[in-house]
């Protein structure tokens, strides 16, 4: 997904935490949408948090339409300086390779070099 992801000059997404980690990490403005349904409304905090910094637009389900998310592609691709800030932001607040560090850092305080931790899974 974040080969995709990364030749995308906008993402039109929902808001979960996995989708707001791929968007920081590859650095993509995005337009944010909310599932109205998750639990404790947790994608509309994600995507005010990104939307509130200058990462992106948050637009909620109720105020979805054709016309709306035209309104925001065209302001962000008729914005360069609005773009890129939006872009620099995303890169800033996101970690790419996580989950690479996140294993090496496990496998420091176990013990372990992280090839041989490979080599047990793979």
């Not at 590859?26 to 994608?43: C, F, K, S």
């Not at 005010?48 to 948050?58: F, K, P, T």
């Not at 872009?87 to 992280?114: E, Q, T, W």
Request: negative net charge.
């Amino acid at each position: 997904m974040g080969a995709a992801l990364s030749m995308a000059d906008i993402i039109i997404c929902r808001a979960g935490a996995t989708t707001i980690a791929e968007i920081t990490a590859i650095g993509i403005p995005a337009i944010l949408i909310p599932y109205p349904y998750a639990a404790d409304n947790h994608q509309y905090w994600n995507a005010m948090e990104l939307a509130s910094n200058g990462g992106g637009y948050l637009l909620q389900q109720i105020d979805l339409t054709p016309e709306k998310i035209v309104e925001l592609v065209t302001d962000l691709l008729n914005n360069k300086e609005k773009y890129d800030r939006m872009k620099m932001f995303n890169k800033g607040m996101g970690i790419p390779n996580a989950s690479v560090s996140v294993v090496d850092n496990i496998c420091r305080v176990i013990g372990l070099k992280s090839s041989q931790f490979a080599l047990t899974i793979g």
